[in-house]
């Protein structure tokens, strides 16, 4: 009966007669009803729950759509009163679902022979090529190894080559698939048909890929005789170019084949077959060989060569230029290596989670496996030779861009590898730039002309989501660099100075980029830190990975700081001493005024009295008290300099840091020992870059960029550290105590013109208008090269101050006085003068600037620094005269405004001046007694009036009985509350309450004021109370 229907005979005639009788009744039926009920017509489509793809018996099947689903013929005899249906109803549908039902089951049986029977050929099919390959192959071999023993050798055919390629790739991909094309623009339905690559391979397989490129098609690429060449056949036809694009991707998939990316059989309870065949060797080196020979074939074969590159470098691959064969077009994939290494890198197991392991914080390096550590050296190694071997900014500015941001890449590839990108190993280091510097290089040039400030923005990765990767492309960026930098010998070598300086003046300018925009949690010493990402317009937080962070934070390590300050460092000692011993006519008129200041001081008074007694035998036997008066000898007028004896010396270091003035000597005579004689210029350029990029350091990450002056300023576009971070205290340590950073910055800036020129222009309001707190570091493009010459006085300065401030801090009088520690007395003089004319405009000046309301980080450590320092030494000068008392006073300043203030509110304006609030003592204390004495004045005028006797306000009246002195007075004041200030006065009763006699002109409320006070401090009212001295 099934057949019978399938087959579309009489049955189906039969059927429809049934049908259409079925219906009259309900029809006849629903007039009885009155037609409350309604029927449902029945569908003519076919639900068989399978998907509809045909099959080879397919064609036996006709007219399905006549077969009406269970549900529809259901639906279709359902009215209102159950109880009229008849028994040949019940059992029609009884046996229609039976139908259907065994309809279903024989369909689903052909179905699944129909696919066992296919795969089961294929399979045959496969391994029958696969046999008759291997056989090929085998024979190929012993023809190529009789050859190799006569010194000859085999180059085959192109005919051979193709057959055993096209062999070889039917065998290891899939059967052609069609797939919906959803990049069609046009609403034409389009198909693309694809094969994909087997992932039934074994471990043979890769031996057998790995013997056809050895032995087919690399002697006919490395032939001389163009005619054995196989590969410009290849791009002249869409075949041919199929063909090629199949090869590479079977190559791609060797080279980046991860852990569990493709599936075994059930049966093989072994690893997965992408690490058996990634984990060959052999075939690795084969194929890396082959992409080699293909790519670099600009000689012979320029049209190959640009098509694979075009293939392998490019994001888009030939998306652009769709290969069509016939009427198909052929879909083709992304075989971009910089990206496949990118992704490979990022995931090696295969999976989009957890970019950095979970376990890294216990297992450091170990927790990268050493497989795939090994495959990417290979993978990494073959893309750096290209890129290396050709001269295109366009490979090396995108493997720089791409791989470098890549999380923990120091640990993701071996030692060997590191050691060849950072140029260790060689014959002749200092020969070329190591490729690490190469690479950099062609990624500026490469974006010569765009804005290097935002260098984020030159970074546009979203292949991974900040979720899975607590690290931006900045901070890995910067954590990476700082890795290759500290390992690089040219630019950091622990054993021995033998740096390239070109290089690592390339290395510090890069530097100073990244730590300007990297995140604020690079460098911060927190166990966790938070960053906040831009996302376009939305910021989220991110936790940081305490491991780049680790990585990051290597730059602030005492022995990197050390070793490359004193390279730069490496100035003539005596030339250094010679700029700063230099006095001018100002400096001598200064000492001077202070010889003449110092003999009427208390202090020189209170020398000679202890210098009375000298001739006693206390001060002859006692060691203390001899060197107390050779102290104190010291301070009168007219007496010898202390002598920098060793007692005094080791004095100086025990009375401040220990540990790091105990570096200083052994610090000193080191750097004697390893100086090496470099280029002037050199030294002087890389001191620059060093200096700038810590300076930015120092400026974010010291807790100095605050706004002092300017309250209503825009915070800085970078953000800062509100408080000094301690991974900034190793710097500091190290400029203070273990290099002369101090001494030597301080001669570039009175002895270099660059230097002096930026600072005399940031000073002066007239050659730069917009005020310091703008000022910044940032770096620009020029040639393809970072400049850094935009401000670098600031840079100097604001390293020099941040080292000075710390320096005072361990630093005492006798030391600063006698023993011209950190620099010189009269230099501190020069360098108070410079900080004065920094504060005095960033106080006076630059807050009526309103073009400019955006501040930056360096320009307000700038301000903050000098406000700091000028502090500190106006106090030690309080202790003992560092200075004429003059020196610390500007002429006529806030003279004007105070002029024309007359009420109390204008006075109390001028207190809220930034120079009052930042450095009070730039005003005379006469013109400060005077500001306070008119601010009380106009206050107490404000409140009671002028005291002229006509102009008096009305004030309270009080009443006090003589007898009640303490009660009534207490009483009446408690009363008062906000009215304390106004005018009291004062009416003394008598004991019936009556007024006495007299006004209160001032006379009454100050004998009421006299006795209310001596009374109160009677101990007979409790009020207060005895001590025991009195």
Same mark, same amino acid.
Request: glycine share 4%; charged share 25%; with cysteine.
């Given at each position: 009966?099934?057949?019978?229907?399938?087959?579309?005979?009489?049955?189906?005639?039969?059927?429809?007669?049934?049908?259409?009788?079925?219906?009259?009744?309900?029809?006849?039926?629903?007039?009885?009803?009155?037609?409350?009920?309604?029927?449902?017509?029945?569908?003519?489509?076919?639900?068989?729950?399978?998907?509809?793809? =045909?099959?080879?018996?397919?064609?036996?099947?006709?007219?399905?759509?006549?077969?009406?689903?269970?549900?529809?013929?259901?639906?279709?005899?359902?009215?209102?009163?159950?109880?009229?249906?008849?028994?040949?109803?019940?059992?029609?549908?009884?046996? =229609?679902?039976?139908?259907?039902?065994?309809?279903?089951?024989?369909?689903?049986?052909?179905?699944?022979?129909?696919?066992?029977?296919?795969?089961?050929?294929?399979?045959?099919?496969?391994?029958?090529?696969?046999?008759?390959?291997?056989?090929?192959?085998?024979?190929?071999?012993?023809?190529?190894?009789?050859?190799?023993?006569?010194?000859?050798?085999?180059?085959?055919?192109?005919?051979?080559?193709?057959?055993?390629?096209?062999?070889?790739?039917?065998?290891?991909?899939?059967?052609?698939?069609? $797939?919906?094309?959803?990049?069609?623009?046009?609403?034409?339905?389009?198909?693309?048909?694809?094969?994909?690559?087997?992932?039934?391979?074994?471990?043979?397989?890769?031996?057998?890929?790995?013997?056809?490129?050895?032995?087919?098609?690399?002697?006919?690429?490395?032939?001389?005789?163009?005619?054995?060449?196989?590969?410009?056949?290849?791009?002249?036809?869409?075949?041919?170019?199929?063909?090629?694009?199949?090869?590479?991707?079977?190559?791609?998939?060797?080279?980046?084949?991860?852990?569990?990316?493709?599936?075994?059989?059930?049966?093989?309870?072994?690893?997965?077959?992408?690490?058996?065949?990634?984990?060959?060797?052999?075939?690795?080196?084969?194929?890396?060989?082959?992409?080699?020979?293909?790519?670099?074939?600009?000689?012979?074969?320029?049209?190959?060569?640009?098509?694979?590159?075009?293939?392998?470098?490019?994001?888009?691959?030939?998306?652009?230029?769709?290969?069509?064969?016939?009427?198909?077009?052929?879909?083709?994939?992304?075989?971009?290596?910089?990206?496949?290494?990118?992704?490979?890198?990022?995931?090696?197991?295969?999976?989009?989670?957890?970019?950095?392991?979970?376990?890294?914080?216990?297992?450091?390096?170990?927790?990268?496996?050493?497989?795939?550590?090994?495959?990417?050296?290979?993978?990494?190694?073959?893309?750096?030779?290209?890129?290396?071997?050709?001269?295109?900014?366009?490979?090396?500015?995108?493997?720089?861009?791409?791989?470098?941001?890549?999380?923990?890449?120091?640990?993701?590839?071996?030692?060997?590898?590191?050691?060849?990108?950072?140029?260790?190993?060689?014959?002749?280091?200092?020969?070329?730039?190591?490729?690490?510097?190469?690479?950099?290089?062609?990624?500026?040039?490469?974006?010569?002309?765009?804005?290097?400030?935002?260098?984020?923005?030159?970074?546009?990765?979203?292949?991974?989501?900040?979720?899975?990767?607590?690290?931006?492309?900045?901070?890995?960026?910067?954590?990476?660099?700082?890795?290759?930098?500290?390992?690089?010998?040219?630019?950091?070598?622990?054993?021995?100075?033998?740096?390239?300086?070109?290089?690592?003046?390339?290395?510090?300018?890069?530097?100073?980029?990244?730590?300007?925009?990297?995140?604020?949690?690079?460098?911060?010493?927190?166990?966790?830190?938070?960053?906040?990402?831009?996302?376009?317009?939305?910021?989220?937080?991110?936790?940081?990975?305490?491991?780049?962070?680790?990585?990051?934070?290597?730059?602030?390590?005492?022995?990197?700081?050390?070793?490359?300050?004193?390279?730069?460092?490496?100035?003539?000692?005596?030339?250094?001493?010679?700029?700063?011993?230099?006095?001018?006519?100002?400096?001598?008129?200064?000492?001077?005024?202070?010889?003449?200041?110092?003999?009427?001081?208390?202090?020189?008074?209170?020398?000679?009295?202890?210098?009375?007694?000298?001739?006693?035998?206390?001060?002859?036997?006692?060691?203390?008290?001899?060197?107390?008066?050779?102290?104190?000898?010291?301070?009168?007028?007219?007496?010898?300099?202390?002598?920098?004896?060793?007692?005094?010396?080791?004095?100086?270091?025990?009375?401040?840091?220990?540990?790091?003035?105990?570096?200083?000597?052994?610090?000193?005579?080191?750097?004697?020992?390893?100086?090496?004689?470099?280029?002037?210029?050199?030294?002087?350029?890389?001191?620059?870059?060093?200096?700038?990029?810590?300076?930015?350091?120092?400026?974010?990450?010291?807790?100095?960029?605050?706004?002092?002056?300017?309250?209503?300023?825009?915070?800085?576009?970078?953000?800062?550290?509100?408080?000094?971070?301690?991974?900034?205290?190793?710097?500091?340590?190290?400029?203070?105590?273990?290099?002369?950073?101090?001494?030597?910055?301080?001669?570039?800036?009175?002895?270099?013109?660059?230097?002096?020129?930026?600072?005399?222009?940031?000073?002066?309001?007239?050659? $730069?208008?917009?005020?310091?707190?703008?000022?910044?570091?940032?770096?620009?493009?020029?040639?393809?090269?970072?400049?850094?010459?935009?401000?670098?006085?600031?840079?100097?300065?604001?390293?020099?101050?941040?080292?000075?401030?710390?320096?005072?801090?361990?630093?005492?009088?006798?030391?600063?006085?006698?023993?011209?520690?950190?620099?010189?007395?009269?230099?501190?003089?020069?360098?108070?003068?410079?900080?004065?004319?920094?504060?005095?405009?960033?106080?006076?000046?630059?807050?009526?600037?309103?073009?400019?309301?955006?501040?930056?980080?360096?320009?307000?450590?700038?301000?903050?620094?000098?406000?700091?320092?000028?502090?500190?030494?106006?106090? $030690?000068?309080?202790? $003992?005269?560092?200075?004429?008392?003059?020196?610390?006073?500007?002429?006529?300043?806030?003279?004007?405004?105070?002029?024309?203030?007359?009420?109390?509110?204008?006075?109390?304006?001028?207190?809220?001046?930034?120079?009052?609030?930042?450095?009070?003592?730039?005003?005379?204390?006469?013109?400060?007694?005077?500001?306070?004495?008119?601010?009380?004045?106009?206050?107490?005028?404000?409140?009671?009036?002028?005291?002229?006797?006509?102009?008096?306000?009305?004030?309270?009246?009080?009443?006090?009985?003589?007898?009640?002195?303490?009660?009534?007075?207490?009483?009446?004041?408690?009363?008062?509350?906000?009215?304390?200030?106004?005018?009291?006065?004062?009416?003394?009763?008598?004991?019936?309450?009556?007024?006495?006699?007299?006004?209160?002109?001032?006379?009454?409320?100050?004998?009421?004021?006299?006795?209310?006070?001596?009374?109160?401090?009677?101990?007979?009212?409790?009020?207060?109370?005895?001590?025991?001295?009195?």
């Amino acid at each position: 009966m099934f057949s019978d229907e399938l087959a579309g005979n009489a049955s189906r005639k039969r059927q429809e007669q049934a049908k259409a009788r079925r219906r009259k009744l309900v029809e006849e039926q629903r007039k009885q009803t009155g037609g409350n009920e309604t029927t449902i017509t029945c569908c003519d489509n076919v639900v068989t729950g399978m998907k509809a793809v =045909r099959y080879p018996n397919e064609d036996k099947i006709k007219d399905r759509k006549n077969v009406a689903p269970l549900e529809d013929f259901k639906k279709e005899f359902h009215v209102g009163n159950k109880a009229d249906k008849g028994l040949a109803v019940d059992k029609a549908l009884e046996q =229609r679902e039976n139908r259907i039902v065994q309809k279903r089951n024989k369909l689903a049986a052909e179905r699944i022979q129909s696919s066992f029977r296919a795969y089961i050929s294929n399979r045959r099919l496969v391994d029958e090529q696969k046999a008759i390959l291997e056989k090929r192959l085998s024979d190929l071999m012993v023809v190529s190894k009789l050859l190799a023993k006569q010194n000859q050798s085999f180059c085959p055919p192109p005919s051979l080559v193709s057959l055993l390629l096209n062999q070889m790739l039917f065998v290891m991909h899939s059967r052609p698939r069609k $797939r919906k094309n959803r990049e069609s623009k046009s609403g034409i339905v389009e198909f693309q048909y694809f094969s994909m690559i087997s992932k039934y391979l074994v471990e043979s397989d890769a031996k057998i890929i790995a013997r056809v490129i050895e032995f087919a098609v690399i002697p006919g690429l490395l032939s001389s005789d163009r005619n054995l060449d196989p590969s410009p056949v290849w791009i002249q036809s869409a075949e041919g170019k199929l063909k090629l694009i199949k090869l590479m991707r079977l190559c791609i998939y060797l080279i980046s084949a991860r852990q569990g990316s493709s599936s075994v059989r059930s049966d093989m309870k072994k690893e997965s077959v992408a690490s058996k065949l990634a984990a060959d060797e052999d075939a690795m080196r084969v194929v890396y060989k082959m992409i080699l020979t293909i790519i670099g074939r600009d000689e012979t074969e320029p049209e190959v060569g640009a098509f694979c590159r075009k293939l392998f470098f490019s994001s888009l691959g030939h998306a652009d230029h769709p290969i069509t064969i016939g009427r198909r077009p052929i879909r083709e994939e992304n075989l971009d290596l910089i990206s496949l290494l990118r992704t490979f890198l990022l995931f090696p197991s295969g999976m989009k989670i957890n970019v950095i392991p979970r376990n890294v914080d216990s297992l450091r390096e170990k927790s990268i496996s050493a497989p795939d550590r090994s495959r990417a050296d290979g993978f990494f190694n073959m893309i750096s030779n290209i890129a290396l071997e050709r001269d295109d900014a366009y490979i090396k500015s995108r493997l720089f861009a791409e791989i470098f941001t890549v999380p923990l890449l120091t640990w993701r590839l071996q030692q060997r590898t590191i050691d060849s990108i950072v140029g260790k190993g060689g014959e002749d280091e200092n020969a070329v730039n190591p490729p690490c510097i190469t690479f950099l290089d062609a990624f500026l040039k490469f974006h010569e002309g765009k804005d290097l400030f935002d260098i984020s923005g030159l970074l546009p990765f979203d292949d991974v989501p900040i979720t899975i990767c607590p690290s931006p492309p900045m901070l890995s960026l910067c954590a990476n660099m700082s890795q290759l930098g500290t390992t690089c010998p040219l630019i950091y070598d622990i054993e021995k100075i033998h740096i390239n300086v070109n290089v690592a003046i390339a290395y510090f300018k890069f530097m100073s980029l990244l730590v300007e925009n990297t995140p604020l949690g690079s460098f911060s010493s927190r166990e966790s830190e938070i960053g906040w990402i831009e996302e376009g317009s939305r910021v989220s937080p991110v936790v940081i990975s305490s491991i780049v962070r680790d990585q990051c934070k290597i730059l602030l390590t005492e022995d990197f700081v050390r070793k490359i300050f004193r390279i730069a460092l490496d100035f003539d000692p005596t030339d250094v001493d010679q700029i700063l011993g230099q006095k001018d006519e100002r400096d001598m008129k200064i000492e001077e005024e202070l010889k003449i200041i110092q003999t009427e001081s208390v202090l020189s008074v209170a020398a000679k009295e202890a210098m009375i007694d000298h001739s006693t035998g206390f001060w002859k036997k006692s060691k203390w008290a001899k060197n107390l008066s050779k102290k104190l000898t010291s301070f009168l007028p007219g007496s010898k300099k202390v002598s920098r004896s060793n007692d005094l010396r080791k004095e100086f270091q025990l009375s401040t840091s220990g540990l790091s003035r105990n570096q200083t000597t052994q610090s000193c005579e080191d750097m004697n020992i390893e100086r090496k004689l470099i280029n002037k210029i050199q030294r002087q350029e890389l001191l620059f870059c060093l200096t700038r990029t810590y300076a930015i350091i120092v400026s974010r990450w010291g807790g100095y960029a605050r706004d002092i002056i300017n309250t209503s300023a825009t915070a800085p576009a970078t953000k800062v550290m509100e408080r000094l971070d301690s991974s900034i205290i190793p710097v500091l340590n190290v400029l203070c105590f273990s290099t002369s950073y101090l001494k030597i910055s301080w001669a570039l800036i009175q002895s270099n013109d660059i230097l002096k020129k930026d600072l005399c222009e940031m000073v002066d309001v007239k050659k $730069r208008p917009f005020p310091i707190r703008a000022t910044n570091l940032f770096a620009s493009s020029h040639k393809g090269e970072i400049d850094i010459s935009k401000n670098t006085g600031s840079a100097f300065l604001l390293l020099l101050l941040s080292s000075l401030a710390h320096s005072l801090i361990v630093t005492d009088d006798v030391e600063l006085h006698d023993l011209e520690a950190p620099l010189p007395k009269h230099q501190i003089l020069r360098c108070v003068l410079l900080l004065k004319s920094i504060v005095h405009r960033a106080c006076c000046f630059d807050v009526n600037v309103k073009d400019f309301n955006e501040s930056n980080h360096v320009g307000l450590s700038l301000i903050n620094l000098s406000a700091k320092i000028l502090r500190d030494l106006y106090d $030690r000068s309080s202790r $003992r005269l560092l200075c004429p008392p003059k020196l610390w006073l500007i002429d006529d300043l806030m003279d004007s405004e105070i002029r024309k203030c007359k009420t109390y509110e204008d006075y109390w304006d001028i207190l809220n001046h930034p120079i009052l609030r930042v450095c009070p003592f730039f005003l005379s204390f006469k013109l400060r007694l005077k500001l306070f004495d008119r601010l009380t004045t106009t206050n107490r005028e404000s409140v009671q009036g002028r005291n002229d006797g006509h102009s008096f306000r009305p004030g309270v009246h009080i009443n006090i009985m003589r007898g009640r002195l303490i009660e009534d007075g207490l009483t009446h004041l408690n009363k008062l509350r906000s009215n304390l200030r106004q005018r009291l006065i004062v009416q003394y009763v008598n004991s019936a309450g009556a007024a006495e006699v007299g006004l209160d002109a001032g006379g009454l409320f100050k004998e009421f004021w006299s006795d209310l006070s001596n009374q109160s401090f009677n101990p007979h009212w409790a009020l207060f109370r005895e001590t025991e001295g009195k």
